[in-house]
């Protein structure tokens, strides 16, 4: 492939989601294959988680945002399909609790970073606290503004601490979304998706895309980019997810081994000392 599938948005970038169109498709890619392409990347996160959660050198926090129907759940669900449950670990921020809203907003969130070796995803986070808490008024615009610098301090906080940070936003159309949401009116098997609220929430389209704006713009960093992804196509929007994922984490494959490799060796040594002691004779 070789070619961005999806748009980055680092430091300094200004974003006008007009501007990135939902249901773009890399020319290079083909639908007919995109399975078989699906299957190989997922083949080789496994591999690569494998060596990530070996290595235990740095963890990954992926982040999954975006306007309800666009495929968050799907993605955790697709993506990770061959990686082991057991060095991976899910959250999904919802409705803080009492105990949570007692706390500053990011309490919650930092409780459960993955530790090293683990691949942390989030499904939604703590930019919920300057999306849906902005476009409700749920604390006022000089808290609610504050936050992007908070924000952008904890993920270099992260990042400093060897956590490799990807925030994804799934960049869908309201027609697109529209169209998801008959889907679950119409289809019975689909019915049990329905949430009030989605529906509610569909009148204040257009203030989420501007509180979404100034999140990508305001955190996209070097350290912490986020990525814009095509996600009116679900196929699309797991290729280009999975794909990133597998190409960020290919850049740390050497050291990764390299470690396990140092450890390995010390390992070794430290046998050789126990049999120069005689502390081991039968092995
Ligand atoms: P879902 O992801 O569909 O299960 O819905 C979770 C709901 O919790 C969404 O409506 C979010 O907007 C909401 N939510 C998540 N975090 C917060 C937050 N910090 N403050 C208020 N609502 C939130
Ligand atoms: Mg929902």
Redesign the pocket.
Known sequence: MGEDLLWKITKGDKVDLKKYDPAYVAPSIKREEVDMQLARLGAELGELQELLAAARHHSILMVLQGM?TSG?DGTISHVFAQVNPQACKVN?????TPE?AAHD?LWRVHKVTPEKGVLGIF??S?Y??V???RV?N?VSEDVWSRRYKDINHFEKLLTENNTIVLKFFLHISQEEQTERLRARINEKDKAWKI?T??FS?RKYWDEYQKAYEDALSKCGTDDAPWYIVPANHKWYRNLAIAQTLVETMRTYKDDWKAELEARGRNELESLQQLRARKEVTDL
Do not use: G, M, T, Y
Not at 92 to 96: D, E, V
């Open positions: 309800d968050k999904a921020f919802k409705i803080p949570e907003f499904n939604r703590h919920e606290d999306l849906v808490v409700h749920l949430s609220s989605d929430e």
